[in-house]
């Protein structure tokens, strides 16, 4: 089995972070900011500062890369291809947007409308990115 290429990981991983965290900019202000900040209120928090929105930033671009990487790693069995990619989207979509989603619900920081409109989006969002980074990866 070959190695995975790291550098085809950084080129496609860095285009699906990218693809994430517009994607994530117009979920976060123009189409639900209102109702989050709302919510938040609702419950004292106030809406996250630059210093927050620069950590979610990072963090969104290295989760792009983590999914590229998974990309090349699940297709020595899977093959290449949109098939794959589209299995790596919903590997870190369940890992990351699930998982926390599920916590936020349950703490009762959002509610579960917000959620599932969130992870309906999310789920869409990492799949596009992970066909992008897919198609820009090669070994």
Do not use: D, Q
């Amino acid at each position: 089995m070959k190695p995975i290429n790291m550098a085809g990981v950084l080129k496609g991983g860095v285009v699906a972070g990218l693809i994430m965290n517009v994607s994530e900019f117009i979920f976060n202000v123009p189409v639900a900011g209102g109702r989050m900040e709302a919510e938040l209120k609702a419950i004292n928090l106030p809406p996250p500062g630059g210093g927050a929105i620069a950590l979610f930033s990072l963090a969104t671009l290295v989760l792009g890369i983590m999914l590229v990487w998974v990309y090349a790693a699940i297709r020595p069995r899977l093959g290449p291809g949109p098939k794959t990619a589209i299995c790596a989207g919903l590997i870190i979509w369940t890992l990351s947007y699930l998982y926390a989603s599920l916590f936020f619900g349950g703490l009762g920081v959002n509610s579960w409308g917000l959620i599932a409109f969130g992870l309906a989006w999310a789920l869409v969002e990492c799949v596009l990115a992970a066909l992008a980074g897919a198609y820009l990866y090669n070994e």
